[in-house]
């Protein structure tokens, strides 16, 4: 699967590629931290999570954006929170990727995501909750 976050549309031969190989992807689209206006919005990382967490039948998974620093690296950090990694080895894999465009308002972001609380607020009914519940205890 893979796992679009930038606006960016696929070319039509990179679409009729991923059909002819059975290849799942979606696209999720959302911005980034810019100041001093503009930042994540919440819903659509949580929903990006929500497709890593439960693409066990559809792994590997590719997440990118145009880039791959900063919204890509914001939902990463916020899998790795949900994984209950440490804030300090978060930011040092994100500072690692994002090299030299290192943005605070990302980390802050990261920092302030609650994966219990805001995961939960937003699990689906389904045959594949049980699964989900379990990755978030």
């Not at 503009?38 to 145009?66: F, S, T, W, Y």
Request: glycine fraction near 6%; charged fraction near 30%; hydrophobic fraction near 35%.
């Amino acid at each position: 699967k893979i796992l679009n976050l930038s606006s960016v549309e696929y070319y039509a031969e990179t679409k009729a590629f991923f059909e002819q190989n059975n290849i799942a992807y979606q696209q999720l689209p959302f911005g980034d931290n810019k100041e001093p206006f503009q930042d994540i919005p919440a819903e659509p990382v949580k929903e990006g999570l929500r497709q890593v967490m439960l693409a066990d039948k559809n792994r590997p998974i590719l997440v990118h954006c145009a880039k791959g620093t900063h919204r890509t690296g914001c939902l990463v950090g916020c899998l790795r929170k949900s994984e209950k990694w440490l804030l300090t080895a978060i930011f040092d894999e994100y500072r690692r990727f994002a090299g030299t465009k290192v943005r605070l308002l990302d980390q802050q972001f990261i920092e302030l995501f609650d994966p219990r609380a805001d995961l939960r607020l937003m699990k689906k009914d389904g045959p594949e909750d049980s699964s989900f519940a379990e990755k978030l205890s």
